[in-house]
C-alpha cells in the first residue's frame, strides 16, 4: 500500500509498521516521482456521485436503518447514500460498515464523544481520515492553541446526578415497577393499559404498595445505593410516599395523578382537533364543489383530510404505544431526557402527485428539548430538517385556549402570579415589595411551548444553492426566576463587600420568548427593559398573524370558524419554559453593575470559569443566568447572577456551593485567571485563555478581561491573594447602600446618560478602561465621547463630553459629600468651577433628584415648569432681543433638566453652545420682576443680608427680596441644599 506523505513524515515513519491493519509488513521510503498521488488522482478520469442523506434523531428509525443498510452495501446499488451527514446518533456503537472519513462540523463538548465520533470512522480496514472544522469562538477556541487536549485527553465517565430529587424518584417507582413484576409475573403491553389509575393496574398497585409500608420500602431501596444518597433526600422521599390519610393521599399519589391527568389531556387535545375539523369539513367541502380545480379550497379540503387522518394516527400511535414509553414521557420512570421536557413540531408536506393528478398532503413530527425548541419552534422561525426549510406557523392554544394563562409579571424582580379566570392581581409585589406588578399593563397571555405546526409544499421547501447560510430568526428572551423565601434553606452577606448569597432548595424559573427580535412596545419585565412586540396569533388556531389590519383564509388552519370572518380574531402572546429547580442566588453590590455594560455579561462568564477550575471540569449540569432579585424580603432589587441547576428537581449540587469558603474558592479562582492572563498586555477585551470559552454567543462582544478582574477584586474586597479561606465578614444581615455615595451617583448617571442618547436616536458603545468605561455616543455623523476622570486645569470633574464642539465638564453632585456640615465643599465647589467658566470651558451639574426625574416613566414624570426663578413670560420676551438671542429648543431643554441640555447640546451642538450662553445671560431678567427694592445700609454685612435673602429671611426696612413661599422651595435652616 502506498502512503503520500511530506518530508518530515517519511523520516518519522521510514521503518515503522505498516497502516493497514493485522499487516506484518515495514513502511519504506522511496520518492513520490512526478506521478505523485493526487496527480493520478485528479487525471485518473474516476468520478463517484455524492449520494447525501441525514442521519438524525429526526428522521424516523425505520428511514434511518434504510440508509444505514445501504450505506454498507452500497457498491451493489447506485442509489445507496455514500455519505451520511449525522448528529450525534452515529455515537452509539452503530455498525456502520467501511465508513472511510468522518467530518465533524463541530468539535464536541467532551473527549469521550469525540473518541465515539471520530472512532466510526476505520473499522473495517484500520485506514481512516478524521477531519475536525472548529468554528474559532466561544469554548471551541482553547482547541485550536492546544487541540492535543481533545485529540489525546482523558476519557471522563459521564457525570452521574444520584442525588436529584427527580432521578431518585423516577427511581423508586421503576424499583415499585419491579418488585411487581417479579411476584405478579405480569405487566401492561399498551399504553392505554398503564396509563390508568383504574384498581388493579399497574399505577394503582404501585401507590398502594408504596403507601402500605413506605419506610421499609424506601429503607430498602435507599440500601441498594450504598450510602450515597444524602439521608436529608431520603427522609424527603419517606414523607412523599407516606399517605396523608386516606388511600392515594400521599405525594407519590398526586404526583402519579398528575401524570395521568397529562395523558389523558393530550389524548383529549387529540380527540379534540380532530372533532374540530369533522365540523369544519362539510363546509369546507361545500366551498370546493362550487370553486375552480386546484384552488385554495380544494387545497383546504385536503390539508384538512391530510389532517384528520394524522389525528387518527397519532391517537392510535398512543394508546398502542408500549407501555414503558408513556411512563418514561410524563416522568413516571427514568431515562435519558431527564433533563428537558420535548416539545413537539406538526409538519404537513403538500405535493402533487402527477399520477393521480391531485396534490396530496403527508404529515411528519419532529421533536426537540424545550430549551432549543423556545427558539427553533416559535412562529416565524425556520427549522432545518431531512433536507427541508420548514417555516413554523402554529402554535398549540389548546381547546377554546384552555393552555393560555394570563400571567401578571412583576416590572421589577423575577416574581409571576397567575391570574386566569378573573383572579385577584396582587396590588404589591411579594419578593420586592414593588407596585408595578399592579399595573394592568404587566399581564400577558402565556402559553407554555408544547406543540407547534407548519405546512409546507416539498418543492418550495427543499433546501437548493440560493442560499448560503440558514436563515435564522431572532427572538427576545427574558429569564425570569422566582425565589420563595419559605424554600431559601442559607442566606448570608458579606458585610464589607456588599455580596449576597442565598440558597433555595425550590425555585421556579421561566424563560419567556417576548416575539421576534424587532421593534416593538418598550416592555420592563423582570427588571430587563426590552422593545418586544409579542406574537399575534388567531385566537382559536394559533396560526401566525401575519398582516394585524385584515384577516385572510391564509392566516388559518383549514377548520378554524375564524377563518372567513371579516374581522380578526387575534391574541398578542408569550411563549414560555418552565423549570422547578434548585439554585444560588448572588445578589451583586450596586457598583458592580450599575451604569457598565459590560459587567455582567463578563462576570457571569468568570463565574463559569472559576467553576470549571474549582471543580477541575465544567459541570454542565448547571446554568448561569442573569436576573434581578430582591436580596431578602422586604429589600429592594439588585443585580444578580443565579446558579441553577438544569435537572428537575435539582441535584443537591449546589448546597455546597453556597458554603463561604466554596463560593470564595470560585471567585478566587476566577479573579488569577483573568487577572494573570496574557491578553491583557494584548490589547484586546478578552481572549481563549480567559472568558471567551465561558461567554454565551450573543455576548462576545461584550465580556471583558478588565471589567471581570475589576467586578472580582471587588467582590472579593480586594483579599484575592490571602489564601483559601474568605476574607469576607459574614452577615445575616443585608448591607446598607448608601445612595448618596459619590460613585453610586457617578454609575446611575452612566447608565441614564446612556438612555438618553438611545431614547434621542443615538447609537452607544462602551469601551473599557482602567480609570472607568468610556462611553461614545454616536448621532449620525456626529460622535461624542463621555470620559470619567479627567483632570481639567486644577479640578478632575467625573465626567467630560467631547465631540463637535468645546468640552463639556459634568459633576456628579451628592448632598451627602458637598452641602453638609460634615462635608461642605460648596465655596471650593463654586470656585473651580468658575475657574473653569473663566477658561471658556462649560459646567454643567447633575444631582440625584435630576437622575430620579429623568428615569420616571414618560407618562409619570412632572410637568418641567423650570426652576423657582424662572418666569416664562420674561423669558419669551428676552430671547427676540439681538443680545439675548436664543431658540425655543433651548429654552425647553433647560426646562426639561441636565439631561434635556444633555440631549440638547449633542443633537443640535452649533445652536446649543451659542444659545445655552445667551440663555444665562438673560435668566437673571426673571428675578427683577419677582420682588420689591430693599435699601440696605452702607454699613450692613453684605454676606448676612446676601445668606438672609437668599432663604427669604427679613432684611432692614419692611421689604423682602422676593416673596419665599411663592418664588422657591423651602429651604433646610442649618444648610442651602442643592436643587440642580
Excluded at 402554529?394 to 397567575?418: I, K
Excluded at 458554603?659 to 488569577?672: C, E, G, V
Excluded at 452577615?731 to 438618553?756: C, G, N, V
Aim: net charge negative; glycine share 10%; with cysteine.
Amino acid at each position: 500500500t502506498r502512503h503520500s506523505a511530506g518530508p518530515d513524515s517519511v523520516r518519522e515513519l521510514a521503518g515503522g509498521p505498516c497502516l493497514v491493519g493485522r499487516c506484518p509488513g515495514r513502511l519504506s521510503a522511496e520518492p513520490a516521482g512526478p506521478g505523485n498521488f493526487y496527480r493520478r488522482m485528479y487525471t485518473g478520469g474516476r468520478m463517484e456521485r455524492v449520494v447525501a442523506k441525514e442521519h438524525t434523531s429526526l428522521v424516523e428509525a425505520s428511514l434511518r436503518r434504510q440508509y444505514e443498510s445501504g450505506f454498507k452495501n452500497g457498491s451493489a446499488d447506485p442509489g445507496a447514500p455514500n455519505v451520511l451527514v449525522a448528529t450525534p446518533t452515529l455515537e452509539m456503537g452503530i455498525d456502520i460498515g467501511d465508513l472511510s472519513a468522518v467530518f465533524l462540523a463541530s468539535l464536541p463538548r467532551s473527549v469521550a464523544s469525540y473518541v465515539q465520533r471520530v472512532g466510526r470512522a476505520g473499522r473495517a480496514n484500520g485506514n481512516a481520515l478524521d477531519v475536525a472544522l472548529v468554528t474559532g469562538r466561544g469554548e471551541h477556541l482553547p482547541r485550536l492553541n492546544d487541540p492535543a487536549s481533545l485529540i489525546n485527553g482523558a476519557v471522563r465517565p459521564p457525570a452521574t446526578y444520584l442525588n436529584a430529587v427527580e432521578i431518585v424518584r423516577r427511581q423508586f417507582i421503576a424499583a415499585l415497577a419491579d418488585a411487581r413484576a417479579r411476584e405478579t409475573g405480569t405487566s401492561p403491553s399498551r399504553a392505554d393499559e398503564t396509563m390508568t389509575l383504574a384498581p388493579g393496574g399497574l399505577l394503582a398497585d404501585i401507590v398502594e404498595r408504596a403507601e402500605a409500608d413506605p419506610d421499609r420500602l424506601v429503607d430498602r431501596f435507599a440500601a441498594g445505593f450504598d450510602g450515597i444518597l444524602d439521608d436529608g433526600l431520603v427522609d424527603e422521599l419517606r414523607a412523599w410516599a407516606r399517605p396523608d390519610g386516606g388511600p392515594a393521599t400521599s405525594g407519590l399519589a398526586r404526583y402519579v395523578e398528575r401524570a395521568v391527568d397529562r395523558w389523558d389531556a393530550e389524548l383529549d387535545d387529540l380527540d379534540r382537533r380532530r372533532a374540530d375539523i369533522d365540523e369544519a369539513l362539510p363546509h369546507l367541502h361545500a366551498l370546493a364543489a362550487g370553486a375552480s380545480e386546484g384552488g385554495d379550497e380544494q387545497s383546504a379540503v385536503r390539508e384538512a383530510e391530510a389532517a384528520r387522518r394524522y389525528l387518527g394516527r397519532q391517537l392510535a400511535e398512543r394508546r398502542q404505544a408500549y407501555w414503558i414509553q408513556p411512563l418514561e414521557l410524563h416522568g413516571l420512570l427514568p431515562n435519558y431526557t431527564l433533563i428537558d421536557d420535548q416539545v413537539e413540531l406538526d409538519v404537513q408536506i403538500s405535493w402533487f402527485d402527477e399520477d393521480a393528478h391531485e396534490v396530496r398532503n403527508e404529515p411528519y413530527t419532529y421533536t426537540r428539548g424545550s430549551a432549543r425548541a423556545l427558539r427553533e419552534f416559535a412562529p416565524g422561525a425556520t427549522f432545518y430538517v431531512d433536507g427541508r426549510r420548514i417555516q413554523v406557523d402554529s402554535v398549540d392554544l389548546g381547546n377554546q385556549g384552555q393552555h393560555l394563562r394570563t400571567w401578571a409579571l412583576c416590572p421589577e424582580c423575577g416574581y409571576r402570579e397567575d391570574v386566569t379566570g378573573g383572579r385577584a392581581q396582587p396590588a404589591r409585589c411579594p419578593r420586592c415589595a414593588g407596585t408595578g406588578i399592579a399595573d394592568i399593563g404587566q399581564q400577558y397571555q402565556v402559553v407554555e411551548l408544547s406543540r407547534a405546526s407548519a405546512q409546507v409544499s416539498r418543492d418550495g421547501s427543499r433546501i437548493d444553492d440560493t442560499d448560503e447560510e440558514r436563515a435564522r430568526a431572532g427572538f427576545t428572551v427574558v429569564p425570569m426566576a422566582d425565589i420563595d423565601p419559605r424554600h431559601v434553606t442559607e442566606r448570608w452577606y458579606a458585610q464589607d463587600v456588599g455580596l449576597g448569597v442565598a440558597y433555595a432548595q425550590r425555585l421556579d424559573l421561566a424563560w419567556l420568548n417576548l416575539g421576534p427580535r424587532r421593534p416593538g412596545p418598550t416592555r420592563r419585565i423582570g427588571g430587563h427593559r426590552v422593545e418586544a412586540p409579542l406574537f399575534r396569533v388567531c385566537e382559536s388556531c394559533g396560526h401566525l398573524d401575519q398582516d394585524p389590519n385584515s384577516n385572510s383564509a391564509r392566516e388559518h388552519h383549514p377548520w378554524c370558524r375564524h377563518r372567513n370572518d371579516l374581522d380578526e380574531h387575534a391574541r398578542q402572546i408569550v411563549l414560555s419554559r418552565s423549570l422547578t429547580t434548585q439554585g444560588l442566588l448572588m445578589t451583586l453590590p450596586w457598583q458592580t453593575a450599575a451604569g457598565d455594560l459590560y459587567a455582567i455579561p463578563s462576570l457571569r462568564a468568570a463565574l463559569r470559569l472559576g467553576m470549571q477550575r474549582a471543580f477541575g471540569g465544567s459541570p454542565d449540569h448547571l446554568g448561569v443566568a442573569s436576573v434581578n432579585a430582591s436580596a431578602g424580603p422586604g429589600r429592594p432589587v439588585a443585580d444578580g447572577l443565579l446558579i441553577h441547576d438544569l435537572v428537575p428537581g435539582g441535584t443537591g449540587y449546589l448546597a455546597d456551593v453556597a458554603r463561604p469558603d466554596k463560593l470564595w474558592q470560585i471567585l478566587t479562582q476566577a479573579y488569577l485567571a483573568v487577572r494573570d492572563c496574557p491578553c491583557r498586555d494584548e490589547g484586546r477585551l478578552a481572549c481563549h485563555r480567559c472568558l471567551l470559552p465561558f461567554a454565551d454567543f450573543q455576548d462576545l462582544d461584550l465580556v471583558s478581561r478588565t471589567s471581570a478582574e475589576r467586578s472580582l477584586r471587588e467582590l472579593l474586597g480586594g483579599e484575592a491573594e490571602t489564601g483559601s479561606q474568605p476574607g469576607w465578614r459574614i452577615t445575616d444581615q443585608p448591607p446598607h447602600i448608601d445612595r448618596d455615595d459619590e460613585s453610586f451617583l457617578e454609575k446611575r448617571f452612566r447608565r441614564a446618560f446612556t438612555r438618553m442618547v438611545e431614547a434621542a436616536g443615538g447609537v452607544c458603545h462602551e469601551q473599557v478602561t482602567g480609570r472607568g468605561n468610556i462611553i461614545t455616543a454616536g448621532f449620525g455623523p456626529l460622535t461624542w465621547r463621555l470620559e470619567p476622570q479627567v483632570n481639567v486645569l486644577d479640578s478632575r470633574p467625573d465626567f467630560v463630553l467631547r465631540g463637535g464642539g468645546p468640552d463639556l465638564v459634568i459633576f456628579t453632585d451628592g448632598f451627602a459629600f458637598h452641602a453638609t456640615a460634615d462635608a461642605n465643599r460648596l465655596a471650593d465647589d463654586a470656585a473651580k468651577r468658575q475657574g473653569l467658566r473663566e477658561a471658556g470651558t462649560p459646567v454643567l451639574a447633575v444631582t440625584m433628584d435630576d437622575i430620579n426625574a429623568f428615569e420616571q416613566p414618560p407618562d409619570e414624570r412632572a410637568t418641567a415648569e423650570g426652576p423657582f426663578w424662572f418666569d416664562e413670560r420674561v423669558m419669551d420676551g428676552a430671547k427676540n432681543l439681538p443680545p439675548f438671542t436664543f431658540g425655543q429648543g433651548t429654552q425647553q431643554a433647560v426646562l426639561d433638566g441636565p439631561f434635556g441640555i444633555l440631549r440638547h447640546w449633542m443633537t443640535a451642538p452649533g445652536e446649543a453652545q451659542n444659545d445655552l450662553e445667551a440663555f444665562g445671560s438673560a435668566a437673571p431678567m426673571c428675578l427683577f420682576t419677582r420682588g420689591e427694592p430693599c435699601a440696605v445700609g452702607d454699613d450692613a454685612a453684605m454676606p448676612r443680608v446676601a445668606r438672609e435673602l437668599l432663604v427669604g429671611a427679613q432684611s432692614q426696612g419692611s421689604f423682602r427680596w422676593a416673596d419665599p413661599d411663592a418664588a422657591r422651595p423651602p429651604r433646610d435652616p442649618d444648610g442651602v441644599r442643592s436643587q440642580g
